[in-house]
């Protein structure tokens, strides 16, 4: 991918490829659409559950995965390569919550679980992505975790730590793989998906958070929506941000900043 930055622009050029792992979820829908409608070919890499309830964009390459199984994420980057010889850019967006319970309270297996799906996952689908992403000569990549990695609450204490770990990679594998691949991470505040309940294709074990008891908290007044994390990361694959690497961008309105 050129690494011009067109001013007028602010995601990958025209052509370019890009995954979106997590693309049938709240944010990941929305990027899907941002890229294709500015010409960027996409791949959508999801679970079966959830490509069958919001199938992708007939233009999109739709390919069905586990990111917390090793064979599984391997098999759907290998249908991947036989498409595309090399990506120019990477987005994981994997994740969800179970478990709303002190550590002490907690079962190993949901503690397992949790880990497994937003911490192995981005694992597993970035060692996939990166020989692609070093193929085009000059790759983005984009790990998606959360303010929860780094201002825990209590209850969230396993969540937290398995985003903690994601900023963590995000630095490690941005130190790895310069010049050729850049690595960043976007960490979003609550935002009005279905992660609220659960995930998207996952089943609901909550009801939601009203939108105004936590708006409250947030300096611009309300609760983050998925296209408030499309133009990050759009920025972050781009050619606007040709010298950023190994950071993890706060989006929350500016709760993290209290």
Partial sequence: MSTSFDPARLGPPPGARVAVMGGCGG???????????TGVQVAVLDLPASIAQHPPPS???ALALDGSDAASVAHAFDTLRARWPALDGFVNLAGFFK????????????????????LRSHFLCARSALPLLHASGAGAMVQVASTLGLDVVKHYTHYGAAKAGVIAMVK????????????????????N???????????????GI???VYAKRVP?????????????ILFLLGGASSFV?????IVDGGVYTQ
Avoid: C, W
């Fill in 220 to 232: 611009m007044k309300r609760v983050a929506h998925p296209q408030d994390m499309a133009g990050p």
């Fill in 59 to 61: 233009e999109a390459l």
């Fill in 245 to 249: 690497n190994g950071e993890t961008l």
């Fill in 172 to 191: 490690g594998l941005a130190r790895e793989n310069a010049p050729t691949v850049r690595v960043n991470g976007v960490a979003p505040g609550l935002t």
């Fill in 210 to 212: 009203p939108e105004a």
């Fill in 193 to 207: 998906t279905a992660f609220l309940t659960g995930g998207t294709g996952r089943e609901k074990i909550f009801e």
């Fill in 99 to 118: 478990g709303f319970h002190s550590i002490t309270e907690l079962p190993v297996e949901v503690f397992d679980e949790v880990i497994a799906g937003n």
């Fill in 27 to 37: 944010m990941g829908r929305v990027l899907v659409h941002a890229l294709l409608d």
